[in-house]
């Protein structure tokens, strides 16, 4: 599995739940600045950031990706819709929350989302 990583960098022990979770070695990790020009138009700020991640047309429609979002709403957003249109599909999404009562703050992997899943969920809901 490739981790697509445009968030904080993933600790030893998130990459561990990470692939328990999945069931699944994460084989490759992939920082990706997310940073973005606000004064700028998002998309191509956003098409770039995907470039960022180096996979091939081929590698985007076969490999198993998982990505960690951006923060930012609008930047999260569009890379969704980015992804979706290299992928073929929405790809899963890390979702990290805080650990309660840690000092300093420390975040652990909540759920891995299949956000295809509840696409096609949600489809059902159109009859």
Known sequence: ???????HPLTAEQLRQL???????VD????????????????????AMADRAGLTPQEWQTLPILI?????NFSAVTLLAEL??????????VRLRP????????FEV???????????EARKGRQ
């Open 1 to 7: 599995m490739v981790l697509l990583n445009f968030s």
């Open 19 to 25: 692939a328990e979770l999945a069931r699944a070695k």
């Open 28 to 47: 490759r990790t992939v920082e990706i600045d997310a940073q973005i020009d606000p004064q700028q138009p998002i998309v191509p700020q956003v098409a």
């Open 68 to 72: 960690n979002p951006p923060s930012l």
């Open 84 to 93: 979706h249109g290299r992928c073929g599909y929405f790809p899963a999404a």
């Open 99 to 106: 650990v309660p009562g840690s000092v300093p703050p420390r």
């Open 110 to 120: 909540a759920e891995i989302v299949n956000l295809q899943a509840v696409r096609e």
